[in-house]
């Protein structure tokens, strides 16, 4: 039932338009809301809002998983993994990003431009990776409240503020979930692409406990495909080759959802 439900939730995120429909269902900032008007206490307030659906749909997992030949856990899990991901409009910042390399307007340089394709890179690749592997990992280890757990915490340090007392705790929380993922990922980059660089790439950093989520996917991605050649004086040039390198790993990530179904595949078998 595992790998059923990861295929439904592949299928969905890559053919459905719009918002996520079981989180119009289930807000969750109502619900935070509601522990932080009512508790005093920062990290009791995570543990509530976080902690307590999370053991609620682990118990009700294990109660269903055998009713109905298992058909009602697979509901339930598919529902967590779809409320799980992010529909953001990818593709749509990908045109816009390239749109305003194109035309930057005045006063914009070379360096300004380079510094904001890096920083875009960083930012997509992370929010790509966020919206779906972490929750899809801990989904095969722990089921639908292990993926639950990733994503509650994720939105609930979304809704932190900087000097929120909290926040330290939640960032611990959500970086060493993301932390094996990045590293599985990161094979599965070397597997889609270019494998003897990337896989050097990943030998380098993978006991790295020091560098954030975005900046040890950005080096693995970069090591697995190609570097696209520009004109150093050229800003055309240089947007060009930017669309190319975009182009290049918006199509990495796409295949490595596969290397993902794959790793779904190897843990249903040994598990």
């Known amino acids: 039932m595992k790998f059923l439900a990861v295929l439904i939730l592949v299928f969905f995120e890559r053919n459905w338009f719009g918002g996520n429909p079981v989180r119009e269902v289930v807000p969750f900032g109502a619900y935070m809301r509601f ?50 991901i992010d529909l953001d409009d990818i593709p749509a910042e990908f045109d816009e990003h390239s749109a305003w390399l194109h035309a930057p307007g005045d006063g914009v340089g070379l360096a300004d431009a380079v510094e904001r394709q890096e920083e875009f890179r960083v930012d997509v690749l992370t929010r790509m990776f966020q919206s779906l592997y972490p929750a899809l990992f801990w989904f095969l280890f722990f089921g639908p409240a292990g993926a639950l757990f990733y994503t509650l915490s994720r939105q609930y340090q979304d809704r932190l503020e900087d000097d929120d007392p909290e926040l330290d705790l939640v960032l611990q929380v959500t970086y060493w979930m993301e932390w094996p993922v990045v590293r599985v990922t990161g094979l599965l980059f070397a597997i889609v692409g270019n494998f003897g660089r990337c896989f050097e790439t990943w030998l380098s950093i993978a006991l790295d406990v020091r560098e954030s989520t975005g900046t040890v996917l950005i080096d693995l991605a970069e090591a697995a495909v190609d570097e696209v050649p520009y004109d150093h004086d050229d800003l055309e040039d240089f947007a060009t080759a930017s669309d190319v390198a975009n182009g290049t790993l918006r199509d990495l990530m796409s295949r490595t959802i596969f290397g993902w179904l794959g790793v779904a595949a190897l843990v249903v078998i040994l598990g």
Do not use: C, D, K
């Open 35 to 84: 522990w932080q008007e009512r508790v005093a206490a920062p990290n009791v307030r995570y543990l509530l809002a976080v902690g307590v659906p999370v053991l609620v749909t682990f118990f009700i997992g294990v109660e269903i998983r055998h009713w109905f030949l298992g058909l009602l856990w697979l509901a339930l899990s598919v529902a967590i993994l779809i409320y799980a």
